[in-house]
């Protein structure tokens, strides 16, 4: 399967604790999103990468959240001091953007890392 | 900022019952619209997308959706539904600025569609 795979799948923490996600996305993608899936609701957009630029960070995302992609492959994201309020399915995506697609921009996402913050 | 409504929080239908789900969205400029599925214990699948053209786009296992730019909307239809197309729905937007796309999505709240055989 070539799709856009994210590791864990799922995860339990303490209030207080950091966790790391990972998200791989499909080869030869330039572009890479997460976004954040609280129940009853659609993803909201977190931050996204083109290559490796990080390029657009939500107001969501606050101090104790980062994300890199290094190598303008995979990309992790990380919380720091995890609340409650962190729980939520983390979504990753992905897309090739730019002179190659044009304006015919389209993202493909992966399973989720669904996060429980206890 | 845009922002996206999708009026029906959960449809329930009958097997071959007709579907249409709404979906509207706020901005004023030129815009890319999505529909994404999202079946019980699946990621996000495309379902369609609109970036230009012809109105009236099709998408896989029977959908379509026609674009109303007067209205603003992207509705979801779908002549026969069948009881493999309980999911929930999600209609999406970015916006163009300049000869790309803007990138981010921003969704509606999602549709639940449960289809009763």
């Known amino acids: 399967d070539t799709g856009v795979s994210q590791d864990p799948r799922h995860k339990i923490t303490k209030r207080g604790q950091n966790v790391t996600f990972r998200c791989d996305p499909i080869?030869?993608?330039?572009?890479l999103y997460w976004y954040r899936q609280t129940l009853g609701q659609g993803p909201e957009f977190l931050t996204y990468?083109?290559?490796?630029?990080?390029?657009?960070k939500s107001r969501l995302l606050s101090d104790r959240f980062s994300a890199e992609r290094p190598k303008g492959s995979f990309s992790t994201l990380e919380i720091q001091r995890t609340e409650q309020g962190d729980s939520a399915m983390y979504l990753c995506?992905?897309?090739?953007?730019?002179?190659?697609?044009?304006?015919?921009?389209?993202?493909?996402f992966g399973p989720g890392t669904r996060l429980l913050v206890l | 900022a845009q922002s996206v409504s999708q009026h029906n929080h959960h449809v329930i239908l009958s097997e071959a019952a007709s579907l249409e789900l709404g979906c509207n969205y706020s901005?004023?400029?030129?815009?890319?619209l999505f529909w994404y599925v999202q079946y019980p214990g699946q990621h996000l699948q495309l379902l369609l997308k609109?970036?230009?053209?012809?109105?009236l786009v099709k998408g896989i296992k029977g959908f379509e959706a026609e674009f109303i730019k007067s209205k603003f909307s992207f509705n979801l239809r779908k002549p026969s539904v069948q009881w493999s197309d309980t999911a929930e729905y999600f209609c999406?937007?970015?916006?163009?600025?300049?000869?790309?796309?803007?990138?981010?999505?921003?969704f509606g709240q999602g549709t639940i569609l449960t289809v009763h055989p």
């Open positions: 995506a992905s897309s090739l953007a730019g002179a190659l697609a044009g304006v015919k921009e389209t993202q493909y």
């Open positions: 080869s030869e993608h330039n572009r």
């Open positions: 990468f083109q290559n490796e630029a990080q390029l657009e």
């Open positions: 901005y004023g400029g030129t815009v890319n």
């Open positions: 609109y970036f230009s053209g012809d109105p």
């Open positions: 999406a937007v970015n916006v163009r600025a300049g000869g790309t796309s803007y990138g981010k999505l921003t």
